[in-house]
């Protein structure tokens, strides 16, 4: 579908601020509110753990715990000693599989539509990203480029939660939180393109400066 992308030749490759096209407005700087992003991922992260933990544990019960821990019967009832190593080597493995899959997803709905895709990361900043670099992004393709890995992610994800080996079963639970709460910049793009006139354009020149083209 490049037809459908809107032409960005006359761009220059290098150029930090493009040229404007023809019947739009002068660009806008985008940057996304870091403290706005914070509030909404932990406020994301909350309902993320009532539903996916609820599926969890209708499934897989108190296997839950003993996939995580060792499990002691005593005089007085039931102990419970964690296995932090496990805890910690499995969330930041859920961490390292949802970062890559996510943007994957991004960049795949990108191609799509016809854009170059580029994929990195700035851990100075935390970023990791999949975005076509110099060239102008329609607001329409946004949406579903925006929502992809939530939506993606969150339906194959969620069936999986069923599969009758409860340490798994925890992994994947540990991706659809981490991926629910870093949907939150996808969602805020989301919002904010909604405001905007259909046409409205947008132009990564680098990880730290990105544009907004109005429509006359």
Same mark, same amino acid.
């Given at each position: 579908?490049?037809?459908? +992308?809107?032409?960005?030749?006359?761009?220059?490759?290098? #150029?930090?601020?493009?040229?404007?096209?023809?019947?739009?407005?002068?660009?806008?700087?985008?940057?996304?509110?870091?403290?706005?992003?914070?509030?909404?991922?932990?406020?994301?992260?909350?309902?993320? /753990?009532?539903?996916?933990?609820?599926?969890?544990?209708? *499934?897989?019960? %108190?296997? /839950?715990?003993?996939?995580?821990?060792? *499990?002691?019967? !005593?005089? $007085?009832?039931? $102990?419970?000693?964690?296995?932090?190593?496990?805890? @910690?080597?499995? !969330?930041?493995?859920?961490? =390292? *599989?949802?970062? %890559? %899959?996510?943007?994957?997803?991004?960049?795949?709905?990108?191609?799509?539509?016809?854009? +170059?895709?580029?994929?990195?990361?700035? &851990?100075?900043?935390?970023?990791?990203?999949?975005?076509?670099?110099?060239?102008?992004? #329609? +607001?329409?393709?946004?949406?579903?480029?925006?929502?992809?890995?939530? @939506?993606?992610?969150?339906?194959?994800?969620? &069936?999986?939660?069923?599969?009758?080996?409860?340490?798994?079963?925890?992994? /994947?639970?540990?991706?659809?939180?981490?991926?629910?709460? =870093?949907?939150?910049?996808?969602?805020?793009? %989301?919002?904010?393109?909604? +405001?905007?006139?259909?046409? !409205?354009?947008?132009?990564?020149?680098?990880?730290?400066?990105?544009?907004?083209?109005?429509?006359?």
């Amino acid at each position: 579908m490049t037809g459908d +992308r809107p032409d960005s030749d006359y761009a220059p490759s290098d #150029a930090l601020v493009p040229a404007t096209p023809e019947g739009y407005h002068d660009p806008a700087p985008f940057e996304y509110p870091a403290w706005l992003l914070m509030i909404g991922s932990a406020l994301l992260f909350v309902p993320a /753990v009532v539903l996916f933990g609820g599926v969890l544990w209708a *499934v897989h019960g %108190v296997a /839950v715990y003993e996939s995580l821990a060792v *499990v002691t019967e !005593t005089g $007085t009832g039931i $102990t419970f000693e964690f296995n932090l190593a496990l805890i @910690v080597g499995l !969330t930041l493995l859920a961490v =390292g *599989v949802t970062v %890559v %899959v996510h943007e994957l997803v991004h960049g795949l709905v990108f191609g799509r539509y016809g854009y +170059r895709v580029s994929y990195g990361a700035m &851990p100075q900043i935390g970023a990791f990203y999949a975005t076509p670099f110099h060239q102008f992004v #329609a +607001r329409e393709h946004a949406f579903p480029v925006a929502l992809a890995p939530l @939506v993606v992610i969150s339906l194959v994800g969620l &069936p999986l939660l069923a599969v009758p080996v409860p340490l798994f079963a925890v992994f /994947v639970f540990l991706v659809l939180l981490v991926n629910a709460a =870093g949907a939150v910049g996808d969602l805020y793009i %989301v919002a904010y393109l909604l +405001r905007k006139p259909p046409g !409205t354009l947008l132009y990564d020149s680098d990880i730290r400066h990105s544009y907004v083209f109005e429509p006359e």
